[in-house]
C-alpha cells in the first residue's frame, strides 16, 4: 500500500477523507470550476465534466485516485471518432494513482505526458502508445507489469527514479529523443527487445534485479549504463550500438550476453564487474573497445568477436577462461597488463596490427593464430601452448620477472594467481612454426615440443632459456649400472626414453595427445637447435645438442647404419662425442697404465745391448777395417717390476702420448706396444683437448 506524503501537494486539491493520521486526505487537483477531484466528484457534476471533453483536450488529474473503470470513461471521453482510440493533449498525472489495469493502449498524447510520481497498483498498459512529447514517468511506480511494447516515444522519455516490480515490456518500444532510466529499479524482468533508441539512451546507476533482455535492440546515440546494476542475466544478443557505449563501473550480477552485438562507435566497460559468464561471441566493435580495470569472475567468452579499432584491457582480471578464440584484432592492440587466474584462449584469433600482451595467466593458449605484424607477448606464470601459429614479423615471447607496472606507477594486483608455484613462464609447443622471426627470451624450454617446427635453427634464444635435465645419480638398468651424462635434453627425448622398456626413473612420460617421436625426427631438432646456439656465439651451449644429436643417431635403427651405429658408440664410449674430457682422460690413463704394465713385462730387454766393434789387422800392416754391431736385445727373465725398469717403460710411454720416440732398446714385443700406444694414445689425448675446447670456446 502506498503511504502518502505528510506534505500538502503544491497544487489545489479535494481533501477528501482527511484522517487524523492523514490530515492532508485526498490530493487530486481540482476539476476546473469545482472544489474536489475527479474521482470525488458529484456524480451529475463528474458527467458534466466528461461530456465536455474532446478528443486532443489538455487533462490535469494530477493526485486524483483512479479505479479502472473511472480511467475508462476518462479515456472514452478522449477517444479520437476516427480511429477509435484515446488522443490526448496535454496529460498531467503525476502523483495520481491507478487502481487496477490502466489502459493506455494505443493512446496517442499530443503533448506532454507527465506521470511523474504515478502509482499503478495493476497492470500499465501503454501498448502501441505514441508519445508525440516528452513522456515523464520520473520516480513512478509500476507495481505489476508495466507494458510498453510498440510504444513510440517521438520526445524524451524519462524513467529517472522509477520503480518496476513487475515486468517491464518494452519489446519493439522506439525512443526518438533521449531516454532517460537513472536510478529506475527493474525488480523483475526488464525485456527491451528490438527496441530502438535514435538518441541518448540513460541506465546510469539503473537497477535491473530481474533478466534485462535488450536483444536485437539498436541504440543509434549514445547509451550509457555506468554503474548499472543488473542482479540477474543481461541479454544484449544481436543488439546495435551506433553511438558510444558505456558500461563503465556496471555490475552484472549473473550472465551478460552480447553475442553478435555490434559497437559502431567507442565501447566503455571500465571498470565493469561481470559475475558470471560474459558472452561477447561474435560481437563487432568497430571503433575503440575498452576494458580497462575490468572483473570477469566467470568465463569471459569473445570467440568470433571483431575488434576493427584499438582494443585495451589494462588492469582487467580475468578469475575464470579468457575465450578469445578466432577472434579479429584488425588494428593494433594492448591487450594487458591483466590477469587471469585460467586459462587465456587466442587459438585461432588474427592479429592485423601491431601487439602487446602483457598477460599474467595460468595457460595462454595460441594455436593457429596468425600474426600479421610485429608482436610482443610479456607474460608471467603463464604456460604457453604456440603450436602452428602464424606470424610474418618477429615476434617475441619473454618472461617479466617482476609484476606488471600500469601507467600510473601502481603494480597490477595478482591476488587471483597467489595459489601458483612460481612466475616462471613455460612454453608447451611450437610445433608446425616457422621460427625464422621467433625471439625467446628467459622462457622455461623443459616441456616444450619442438618437432615439426620450421626453420628452427634461426631461433633466437635470449636471456636464460632452460630445457630439462638428463636423470641424475646412477640408476640400475636390469643388472648393470646406468650412469648419464648431465646435459640439456628435450622434452621428446624424455618421452621416448620414458617409453622404452628397459627406461629408468628420472624420464618424464609424454603427456596424453603429445605422441611418441623417436630418435629419426629427433636428430635434425637437436641439429637445428645446435645451429641456433652457434649462429648466436653460444658454442658451450650448442654442446649439449651436438651430444643429444649423436645420442639420436647412436640409437636411430632406421636411418643410421649397423656400421655407423659401431663408430659412434665407440666415439661415445670413448670421449663423449669429443664433448667429455674427463672420460677421454680417464681412458688415456688407462691406456698409459696398460702400455707401462706391458713394457714392463714384455717390451724392455733384460739388459741394454752393448755395441761390439771386430776388425782384422792386415799382416803387412795397412788400414785396419772394424764392424760395429748391436747384439739383438734379449726378452727379460726374472723380477721385471723394478723400479728401473717402470722408470724406463713411463719415459717411453710418455713420449708416445705426444708421439714421440724415446729412442729406448725395446723388444720386438716392446716395439709393437710402443706403435700401438704412439697411435691411440694421442688420438685420445687429442679428445680430452677438444673436449675442453667446445666447452670453452665463444
Known amino acids: 500500500?502506498?503511504?502518502?506524503?505528510?506534505?500538502?501537494?503544491?497544487?489545489?486539491?479535494?481533501?477528501?477523507?482527511?484522517?487524523?493520521?492523514?490530515?492532508?486526505?485526498?490530493?487530486?487537483?481540482?476539476?476546473?470550476?469545482?472544489?474536489?477531484?475527479?474521482?470525488?466528484?458529484?456524480?451529475?457534476?463528474?458527467?458534466?465534466?466528461?461530456?465536455?471533453?474532446?478528443?486532443?483536450?489538455?487533462?490535469?488529474?494530477?493526485?486524483?485516485?483512479?479505479?479502472?473503470?473511472?480511467?475508462?470513461?476518462?479515456?472514452?471521453?478522449?477517444?479520437?471518432?476516427?480511429?477509435?482510440?484515446?488522443?490526448?493533449?496535454?496529460?498531467?498525472?503525476?502523483?495520481?494513482?491507478?487502481?487496477?489495469?490502466?489502459?493506455?493502449?494505443?493512446?496517442?498524447?499530443?503533448?506532454?505526458?507527465?506521470?511523474?510520481?504515478?502509482?499503478?497498483?495493476?497492470?500499465?498498459?501503454?501498448?502501441?502508445?505514441?508519445?508525440k512529447d516528452t513522456a515523464r514517468f520520473e520516480s513512478a511506480t509500476f507495481k505489476d507489469t508495466a507494458r510498453f511494447r510498440l510504444a513510440t516515444f517521438e520526445g524524451d522519455a524519462g524513467f529517472g527514479l522509477a520503480t518496476f516490480e513487475g515486468t517491464a515490456w518494452f519489446e519493439s518500444a522506439?525512443?526518438?529523443?533521449?531516454?532517460?532510466?537513472?536510478?529506475?529499479?527493474?525488480?523483475?524482468?526488464?525485456?527491451?527487445?528490438?527496441?530502438?533508441?535514435?538518441?541518448?539512451?540513460?541506465?546510469?546507476?539503473?537497477?535491473?534485479?530481474?533478466?534485462a533482455r535488450f536483444g536485437s535492440a539498436i541504440f543509434e546515440g549514445t547509451a550509457v549504463f555506468v554503474?548499472?546494476?543488473?542482479?540477474?542475466?543481461?541479454?544484449?544478443?544481436?543488439?546495435?550500438?551506433?553511438?558510444?557505449?558505456?558500461?563503465?563501473?556496471?555490475?552484472?550480477?549473473?550472465?551478460?550476453?552480447?553475442?553478435?552485438?555490434?559497437?559502431?562507435?567507442?565501447?566503455?566497460?571500465?571498470?565493469?564487474?561481470?559475475e558470471g559468464t560474459a558472452g561477447f561471441e561474435s560481437a563487432t566493435f568497430e571503433n575503440d573497445a575498452r576494458f580497462r580495470s575490468a572483473t570477469f569472475k566467470g568465463t569471459a567468452g569473445f570467440e568470433s568477436a571483431t575488434f576493427e579499432g584499438d582494443?585495451?584491457?589494462?588492469?582487467?582480471?580475468?578469475?575464470?577462461?579468457?575465450g578469445f578464440v578466432e577472434t579479429v584484432f584488425e588494428r593494433s592492440a594492448s591487450l594487458g597488463p591483466l590477469v587471469c587466474a585460467g586459462r587465456v584462449m587466442l587459438s585461432g584469433a588474427v592479429f592485423g596490427g601491431p601487439v602487446t600482451l602483457s598477460f599474467a595467466a595460468r595457460r595462454l593458449e595460441c594455436r593457429r593464430t596468425r600474426w600479421s605484424s610485429t608482436a610482443e607477448l610479456r607474460l608471467r606464470y603463464a604456460t604457453v601452448d604456440f603450436a602452428h601459429a602464424v606470424f610474418e614479423y618477429p615476434l617475441t615471447i619473454a618472461?617479466?620477472?617482476?609484476?606488471?607496472?600500469?601507467?600510473?606507477?601502481?603494480?597490477?594486483?595478482?591476488?587471483?594467481?597467489?595459489?601458483?608455484?612460481?612466475?616462471?613462464?613455460?612454453?608447451?609447443?611450437?610445433?608446425?612454426?616457422?621460427?625464422?622471426?621467433?625471439?625467446?627470451?628467459?622462457?622455461?624450454?623443459?616441456?616444450?615440443?619442438?618437432?615439426?617446427?620450421?626453420?628452427l635453427d634461426q631461433l633466437r634464444l635470449e636471456g636464460t632459456c632452460s630445457f630439462s635435465k638428463a636423470p641424475s645419480r646412477?640408476?640400475?638398468?636390469?643388472?648393470?649400472?646406468?650412469?648419464?651424462?648431465?646435459?640439456?635434453?628435450?622434452?621428446?627425448?624424455?618421452?621416448?626414453?620414458?617409453?622404452?622398456?628397459?627406461?629408468?626413473?628420472?624420464?618424464?612420460?609424454?603427456?596424453?595427445?603429445?605422441?611418441?617421436?623417436?630418435?629419426?625426427?629427433?636428430a635434425p631438432v637437436y641439429r637445428a637447435l645446435r645451429k641456433a646456439f652457434e649462429d648466436?656465439?653460444?658454442?658451450?651451449?650448442?654442446?649439449?645438442?651436438?651430444?643429444?644429436?649423436?645420442?639420436?643417431?647412436?640409437?636411430?635403427?632406421?636411418?643410421?647404419?649397423?656400421?655407423?651405429?659401431?663408430?659412434?658408440?665407440?666415439?661415445?664410449?670413448?670421449?663423449?662425442?669429443?664433448?667429455?674430457?674427463?672420460?677421454?682422460?680417464?681412458?688415456?690413463?688407462?691406456a698409459m697404465l696398460v702400455t707401462i704394465v706391458l713394457l714392463m713385462g714384455f717390451g724392455l730387454p733384460k739388459d741394454n745391448p752393448k755395441q761390439e766393434a771386430t776388425g782384422t789387422v792386415p799382416p803387412n800392416g795397412g788400414r785396419v777395417t772394424f764392424e760395429i754391431d748391436k747384439a739383438d736385445p734379449q726378452n727379460p727373465t726374472g723380477n721385471r717390476f723394478t723400479g728401473e725398469r717402470f722408470e724406463k717403460a713411463l719415459n717411453v710411454t710418455l713420449n708416445s702420448v705426444v708421439f714421440r720416440s724415446s729412442g729406448q732398446d725395446l723388444t720386438t714385443t716392446g716395439t709393437y706396444i710402443e706403435m700401438a700406444s704412439r697411435v691411440t694414445e694421442p688420438v685420445l689425448l687429442g679428445l680430452a683437448v677438444l673436449a675442453v675446447r667446445n666447452r670453452v670456446k665463444r
Open 227 to 274: 554503474s548499472a546494476t543488473f542482479k540477474s542475466d543481461a541479454g544484449f544478443v544481436s543488439a546495435t550500438f551506433k553511438g558510444d557505449t558505456g558500461f563503465e563501473s556496471a555490475t552484472f550480477g549473473n550472465d551478460a550476453r552480447f553475442e553478435s552485438a555490434t559497437f559502431k562507435s567507442d565501447a566503455w566497460f571500465e571498470s565493469a564487474i561481470f
Open 1 to 131: 500500500m502506498t503511504h502518502p506524503s505528510p506534505e500538502p501537494p503544491p497544487w489545489p486539491h479535494c481533501s477528501h477523507g482527511t484522517t487524523p493520521e492523514d490530515p492532508v486526505g485526498c490530493r487530486g487537483i481540482h476539476i476546473p470550476g469545482q472544489t474536489a477531484c475527479l474521482a470525488h466528484l458529484a456524480d451529475t457534476d463528474r458527467d458534466a465534466y466528461l461530456s465536455s471533453l474532446a478528443s486532443g483536450t489538455d487533462i490535469d488529474h494530477r493526485g486524483t485516485p483512479f479505479t479502472q473503470d473511472l480511467l475508462n470513461r476518462l479515456l472514452d471521453a478522449l477517444r479520437d471518432p476516427t480511429t477509435g482510440h484515446p488522443r490526448l493533449g496535454g496529460a498531467r498525472f503525476g502523483a495520481a494513482t491507478f487502481e487496477g489495469t490502466a489502459g493506455f493502449e494505443s493512446a496517442t498524447f499530443e503533448g506532454t505526458a507527465r506521470f511523474e510520481s504515478a502509482t499503478f497498483e495493476g497492470t500499465a498498459r501503454f501498448e502501441s502508445a505514441t508519445f
Open 311 to 322: 582494443t585495451g584491457f589494462e588492469s582487467a582480471t580475468f578469475k575464470g577462461t579468457a
Open 474 to 522: 646412477t640408476h640400475r638398468q636390469r643388472w648393470r649400472p646406468v650412469r648419464f651424462t648431465q646435459r640439456r635434453t628435450l622434452a621428446e627425448e624424455h618421452h621416448w626414453r620414458a617409453s622404452q622398456p628397459a627406461a629408468v626413473r628420472g624420464w618424464n612420460v609424454a603427456v596424453f595427445g603429445t605422441g611418441h617421436i623417436g630418435p629419426t625426427k629427433l
Open 536 to 590: 648466436g656465439k653460444n658454442e658451450p651451449g650448442a654442446a649439449d645438442f651436438y651430444y643429444g644429436e649423436m645420442e639420436m643417431r647412436r640409437h636411430d635403427r632406421t636411418g643410421t647404419t649397423r656400421a655407423e651405429r659401431g663408430l659412434l658408440h665407440g666415439y661415445w664410449l670413448l670421449s663423449g662425442y669429443g664433448l667429455r674430457a674427463s672420460r677421454a682422460l680417464g681412458w688415456l690413463a688407462a
Open 399 to 455: 618472461a617479466e620477472a617482476d609484476p606488471f607496472v600500469l601507467a600510473n606507477g601502481r603494480p597490477v594486483e595478482e591476488q587471483a594467481l597467489a595459489g601458483a608455484p612460481d612466475a616462471t613462464v613455460r612454453l608447451a609447443s611450437l610445433r608446425g612454426v616457422d621460427a625464422a622471426h621467433l625471439v625467446l627470451a628467459d622462457v622455461n624450454l623443459s616441456g616444450c615440443l619442438f618437432t615439426g617446427t620450421v626453420h
Open 174 to 211: 522506439a525512443f526518438t529523443g533521449d531516454a532517460w532510466f537513472e536510478s529506475a529499479t527493474f525488480k523483475s524482468d526488464a525485456v527491451f527487445v528490438s527496441a530502438t533508441f535514435k538518441d541518448i539512451a540513460v541506465f546510469v546507476s539503473a537497477a535491473l534485479e530481474g533478466t
